[in-house]
């Protein structure tokens, strides 16, 4: 009884995690088809704001308050470059390329969130890690030729896909110091509503395009803000809160994998060979990074805490 106490924690965090996963993977889908109505901005602020209502209904009847001071920096920062820049660019990116191929290339993000915390909290960079990044860009470098046959477009969303990666990496080392201080609800909340805000020059193209799109684009904006976004994106924060940002990263491994099945199921797109190799690359290289020598595992990466290593058995 006592074991199973001591791991409902580390149980319900993994089960916040898969509920994530497979809610942002389901996300790239349906991105791909409300694109087809709604520009990104206009999507993007659909669906931050449809997310941010959800949320706001659920932090009234919660009754958390305000988040405290020290939260806000990093609510602001995950806010503007996860929730606002991160959503704008990915659809932007989807209309270019097939949904699998963005999820290969958003992937990266992991990565990133490695190397932001080397430089930016000073964390060892160990010659896996750089070896790592080098396989990953390798993939990244490989899915852009692929595409190249498409025209200019598709190398624009590679670009693009890849601007969302940086955002998204961004967004999560800024959010880890938030959860210190706030509750999961108050920091996706809020990060939601900032997104929002900064996304409100696009009302305009929302209100037209709202008008004349067809009803299942307008479904699939509303999915988009409820599920991954209120609800995977508190979910995220929940499990991100009792465990580290490198360790949560690796959980969106599954993500391209999923989404691949997903856009074949949905839409019938699958990405081509030589994509999948380049994706492929961008995942070995994730693995290498976050491979450890000498029988070792680091254990904390993540922003806001100081990396320890534990031996392994």
């Known amino acids: 009884m006592m074991n199973a106490t001591r791991n409902r924690p580390e149980v319900l965090a993994t089960g916040a995690a898969v509920v994530t996963v497979l809610l942002w993977a389901s996300a790239f889908v349906a991105i791909r088809r409300a694109g087809e109505a709604y520009s990104p901005g206009a999507l993007a602020l659909g669906r931050l704001a449809s997310g941010a209502l959800a949320l706001g209904v659920i932090w009234a009847i919660r009754r958390e308050g305000l988040p405290p001071r020290e ?156 599920f991954p976004t209120a609800l995977a994106f508190t979910t995220w924060a929940y499990a991100l809160a009792r465990s580290t940002a490198s360790r949560m990263g690796a959980t969106t491994y599954a993500v391209p994998g999923l989404v691949v099945l997903m856009s074949w199921l949905v839409l019938g797109e699958v990405p081509g060979v030589l994509t999948l190799a380049g994706g492929v690359l961008c995942l070995a290289g994730v693995a290498v990074s976050r491979s450890q020598a000498g029988g070792s595992r680091v254990v904390r990466v993540a922003a806001g805490e100081r990396p320890r290593s534990e031996k392994a058995g």
């Open 71 to 226: 939260a806000w920096r990093g609510i602001l920062l995950s806010g503007v470059l996860w929730f606002g820049f991160y959503m704008v660019v990915l659809n932007w990116g989807e209309q270019q390329v097939d949904a699998g191929t963005a999820a290969l290339v958003v992937n990266v993000g992991p990565l990133l969130i490695a190397l932001l915390g080397t430089r930016l909290l000073g964390d060892p960079m160990p010659p896996r890690l750089l070896a790592g990044m080098a396989v990953s860009f390798a993939g990244a470098v490989t899915v852009g030729l692929s595409m190249s046959g498409g025209g200019g477009n598709s190398l624009l969303g590679v670009v693009l896909c890849l601007l969302a990666a940086v955002a998204y990496a961004g967004g999560v080392v800024a959010q880890k110091p938030a959860l210190g201080h706030g509750s999961p609800l108050q920091v996706t909340t809020f990060g939601c509503l900032v997104g929002a805000v900064g996304c409100l020059p696009f009302a305009g193209q929302l209100v037209h395009q709202a008008a004349h799109a067809p009803l299942p684009a307008t479904l699939d904006m509303l999915y988009l803000g409820v």
